[in-house]
Structures are given as C-alpha cells and as structure tokens.
C-alpha cells in the first residue's frame, strides 16, 4: 500500500458523563471510517484513499458503555463519543503506562504501528509547540462548526467542570450520580451534607429497576 504521510490528529474533553473525542479528519479526505467500542478500549479506523487505511487505539483510562456510546462524521472530524460506565473525572484520557497493552494510543498506519509526534503525553496538563498548534486548530475548526443540542449542553457542563474549584466539581459529580442523572448542582453547600434525590423531567415518573 501507497503512504501518503498523513499523520491523524486528536483531542479530546469530558462531562460528567461523557468523553467526546475528536479526530482531525476532514470529509474531503476520508472515504470512510469506522469506531469499534470495547469496555476498556475504541478502536478507530479510517480509509483515506482506496489503499491507505490509518487506525487509532485508544486505551481508555475508565470502562465505559459500549452500547452506549456512538461516533458522527461532521465535516472537519469525526466526533467519537463515549459515555463513562460511572460517573468520574478522568485525570486521564488512557491508562497509566506500565504494561505492553497500556501505552499511549497508536497510530498504525497502512499495518505499521507507528510513534504519535502529536499526543505523546496522556492528558492536557502539559503543553507542548504541537499540541498549542492543535488546540489552535480545533478552535478554528469548531468555530465553522457551532455545537447545538447535547453537544452545545455538554460543551456548557465541561467548561463549568474545568473552570471551577474543588467544591464545584464535587457537587457536580456527587449530584449527578445520586439523582441518577437527573439532577446538576455546582453548589456544594446544598448537597455536600444530603442524599441527592431523584427529580425526573415534568411528565415523567422514575421508578426504581428490580431484578
């Protein structure tokens, strides 16, 4: 197979809930992609031309559900999104290296594993020329491409999530797992010291799941 010397470039954020990660690819330039999603792992691949294929492993630090977890092609990237098994902050985006299965995501390109110059550490808490160049990107990207619905709501939570102290995130994260998702609080004084209770949507009833 023909190389072309495209190098696949990613980013990645997170929710409450969630972990959305998006992969540079523009529309003009695949021909088709898909994501395969294991508790502790995604696999991403994508055809670039009739010969070249590029896939990427990723790792992941948590489980998450499969079954729940889904991919969309817009037209800078693919946005893959995967929802966490429980409801934590990653510190994170893969697991700790120590074994040969751990390492950062690989990029294998046309059968070949290969280094990724552009993501060589795990997460945003260091900074580097390419990954600023990156971020820079992605901005110009998502700036053509303005979120809407649930991607515009997450958007929202994570900036929230990143931008507040300790006490924020612990009343988000403490909120949103006792109330099942119902319920979102940054206000740490009103649920820190009290069971979060249920409140579902107007309309609906929440019952309770017995075996």
Not at 20 to 27: H, M, R, T
Not at 65 to 83: D, G, N, W
Not at 94 to 108: L, V
Not at 153 to 160: D, E, K, R, T, V
Request: proline share 4%; hydrophobic share 30%.
């Amino acid at each position: 197979m023909a190389a072309t010397g495209q190098k696949l470039r990613y980013d990645w954020y997170q929710t409450i809930s969630d972990v959305s990660i998006n992969v540079l690819v523009k529309a003009d330039k695949r021909k088709e992609c898909s994501v395969h999603f294991e508790q502790d792992k995604v696999v991403f691949n994508v055809m670039l031309t009739s010969d070249e294929k590029e896939t990427i492993e990723f790792n992941v630090a948590e489980e998450i559900v499969p079954e729940a977890s889904s991919y969309k092609e817009l037209k800078s990237k693919v946005e893959i999104k995967l929802r966490k098994k429980v409801g934590i902050n990653w510190s994170t985006l893969e697991r700790k290296p120590g074994t040969e299965d751990k390492k950062e995501p690989k990029i294998i390109k046309n059968g070949t594993a290969e280094a990724d110059p552009h993501h060589a550490y795990p997460s945003s808490s260091h900074y580097t020329r390419n990954w600023d160049k990156l971020v820079g990107d992605i901005k110009k990207e998502e700036e053509k491409e303005k979120p809407e619905g649930d991607a515009a709501l997450n958007s929202l939570f994570q900036q929230i999530y990143s931008g507040g102290d300790d006490e924020v995130k612990k009343a988000m994260n403490k909120s949103f797992v006792e109330s099942g998702g119902t319920v979102l609080s940054t206000n740490w004084g009103e649920v820190g010291n009290k069971k979060v209770e249920v409140k579902p949507p107007d309309g609906m009833e929440f019952k309770k799941y017995e075996m």
